[in-house]
């Protein structure tokens, strides 16, 4: 069985029936990821709802300027439905934020899930230095998520040396994506994870199509061949790691 280990269910151009497919796709475990506390909220719902999906509550760099403060009462005394604290983190390919505010609320949900015991599960994009300033200066702890990883082999290796997880999705399917294969390649097996960000990013062949998480199964072949190995066994280390990092079988 596969487990997306990042997507957004609730969000505008996910077909409602996503979860059923996906689960006949064989990825039974969905972890929907909060961005704001608006899509926090939705997320927890479906949570509540589904059978094999969890959630996260997070404030995206996009929308760091509303304020950690909006997602706190979500956090206050989290449902066991809640394993992660994010998507939180840098992004100044766009930014929509302010700098110094989306470094302000990255260093608070790190913070809160070292706190609350939670994953934490960040997002980085045309960010990586100050990205790994921030998770050195506040001492994020082991067992992290870099989720829809982008890099190369460099960004890689100081990632995994400050304890995270590597979530690779459609993006490793793409053409040009040479290093994002490289750093799929050298990834520790106990440290992989696979994911469909969906509705963005769809795999190779579906893209330009609404992604979703039936398609993780194409994101993970990708990885296995990157890797030399068969399909089987990224589904078998990506559900492993995804179900520790976020403590699914304790819960």
Same mark, same amino acid.
Request: some cysteine; glycine content about 8%; proline content about 6%.
């Given at each position: 069985m596969w487990i997306d280990s990042h997507c957004h269910i609730d969000y505008e151009g996910v077909e409602a029936d996503a979860i059923a497919e996906a689960r006949l796709a064989g990825v039974t475990r969905m972890i929907t990821i909060g961005t704001d506390a608006e899509a926090s909220w939705a997320a927890v719902r479906t949570a509540e709802r589904e059978e094999g999906v969890w959630a996260t509550v997070g404030l995206h760099p996009h929308e760091a300027s509303r304020g950690v403060a909006t997602i706190l009462p979500l956090l206050a005394a989290p449902p066991p439905e809640v394993v992660g604290v994010g998507e939180c983190g840098l992004d100044y390919f766009y930014d929509h934020s302010e700098r110094a505010d989306q470094r302000r609320a990255f260093a608070e949900q790190i913070a809160l899930s070292k706190e609350l015991g939670l994953a934490l599960v960040v997002h980085s994009r045309d960010a990586w230095a100050d990205t790994f300033d921030v998770l050195?200066? /506040?001492?994020?702890?082991?067992?992290? @998520?870099?989720? +829809?990883? *982008?890099?190369?082999?460099?960004?890689?290796? %100081?990632?995994? #040396?400050?304890?995270?997880? =590597?979530?690779?999705?459609?993006? %490793? *399917?793409?053409? *040009?994506?040479? /290093?994002? $294969?490289?750093?799929?390649?050298? +990834?520790?097996? #106990? $440290? =992989?994870? %696979? /994911? *469909? #960000?969906?509705?963005? =990013?769809?795999? @190779?062949?579906? $893209?330009?199509?609404p992604n979703g998480p039936k398609w993780v199964p194409l994101v993970g072949a990708a990885v296995a061949e990157a890797r030399g190995v068969g399909p089987e066994e990224i589904e078998r280390r990506s559900w492993d790691n995804a179900s520790a990092a976020f403590g699914l079988d304790t819960r």
């Amino acid at each position: 069985m596969w487990i997306d280990s990042h997507c957004h269910i609730d969000y505008e151009g996910v077909e409602a029936d996503a979860i059923a497919e996906a689960r006949l796709a064989g990825v039974t475990r969905m972890i929907t990821i909060g961005t704001d506390a608006e899509a926090s909220w939705a997320a927890v719902r479906t949570a509540e709802r589904e059978e094999g999906v969890w959630a996260t509550v997070g404030l995206h760099p996009h929308e760091a300027s509303r304020g950690v403060a909006t997602i706190l009462p979500l956090l206050a005394a989290p449902p066991p439905e809640v394993v992660g604290v994010g998507e939180c983190g840098l992004d100044y390919f766009y930014d929509h934020s302010e700098r110094a505010d989306q470094r302000r609320a990255f260093a608070e949900q790190i913070a809160l899930s070292k706190e609350l015991g939670l994953a934490l599960v960040v997002h980085s994009r045309d960010a990586w230095a100050d990205t790994f300033d921030v998770l050195a200066a /506040e001492s994020v702890a082991p067992g992290w @998520v870099l989720h +829809c990883f *982008t890099g190369g082999p460099a960004q890689a290796q %100081v990632a995994l #040396d400050l304890g995270a997880y =590597l979530s690779f999705s459609g993006i %490793v *399917t793409f053409k *040009t994506a040479h /290093e994002i $294969r490289e750093a799929a390649a050298l +990834c520790p097996a #106990d $440290r =992989l994870l %696979v /994911e *469909t #960000d969906s509705p963005y =990013l769809a795999p @190779v062949p579906h $893209r330009g199509k609404p992604n979703g998480p039936k398609w993780v199964p194409l994101v993970g072949a990708a990885v296995a061949e990157a890797r030399g190995v068969g399909p089987e066994e990224i589904e078998r280390r990506s559900w492993d790691n995804a179900s520790a990092a976020f403590g699914l079988d304790t819960r």
